[in-house]
């Protein structure tokens, strides 16, 4: 079965502190993985993609096959980052994401 | 361009009625996909339309949610004998084709009383 499973519901950090949501997923095949954000009032929003293995608005994530981990990191963490963050995986048909819970996260002054 | 609109924003309604939620995607997309998303929960595939080929309904969680999508553009969600258990956000996206990236609407806020 396509799980993925985000551990925590919120994590909140002091502005410029390294931010790290951690993304844990179980599937059999080889997914895509994805981190999608929704700030406030808005929409639900891709930030990136694991193929494309580029860094967005200072994120990075990398795929971890033997850990089936797939974290979002950012080494300094600034207020407009508050959002809501969504990991997200795609089988092989490619027809439908699967979603974590979300985590929020607070970055504080 | 416009980009993936929902209607309407917001519905009300009393348990037992029926409520059509509309979606336009962004134009010349050809790939449709509806989720919830509940309230501690994140979000729950429903429905996908690809082109003209059959939708994967695999994601409705009961009979009483059907979708369709007319001329390979709008389409409707409809939910018959609403449940409170229905409450949710119904969010709808769109994609050039399968397998590329997912724009999302607004969502529809459905509360069932």
């Known amino acids: 079965a396509q799980r993925v499973t985000q551990p925590e519901k919120l994590l909140s950090v002091f502005k410029g502190a390294p931010v790290e949501l951690k993304c844990n997923y179980s599937y059999s095949g080889s997914p895509e993985l994805f981190w999608y954000v929704q700030y406030s009032r808005q929409r639900l929003q891709l930030l990136l993609r694991h193929i494309s293995r580029e860094s967005i608005k200072g994120f990075t994530a990398d795929l971890n096959k033997g850990e089936t981990s797939f974290h979002l990191k950012k080494p300094f963490a600034q207020e407009e980052d508050s959002a809501m963050y969504y990991c997200?995986?795609?089988?092989?048909?490619?027809?439908?994401?699967?979603f974590g819970a979300g985590t929020i996260l607070r970055v504080k002054s | 361009g416009a980009g993936v609109s929902q209607s309407p924003s917001n519905k009300v309604t009393e348990k037992g009625k029926d409520v059509e939620l509309r979606c336009d995607p962004i134009?010349?997309?050809?790939?449709l996909y509806w989720y919830r998303q509940s309230l501690g929960q994140g979000l729950e595939f429903l429905i996908y339309?690809?082109?003209?080929?059959?939708?994967?309904k695999s994601g409705l969680p009961s009979d009483r949610f059907s979708a369709e999508r007319t001329g390979g553009s709008v389409s409707t969600l409809t939910i018959q004998r609403t449940q409170q258990e229905d409450s949710a956000v119904y969010l709808c996206a769109s994609s050039l084709t399968s397998g590329i990236e997912q724009f999302f609407g607004p969502g529809t806020r459905l509360t069932v009383l």
């Open positions: 134009s010349g997309h050809t790939a």
């Open positions: 339309f690809q082109g003209n080929s059959a939708p994967d």
């Open positions: 997200a995986l795609s089988g092989p048909s490619r027809n439908k994401l699967v």
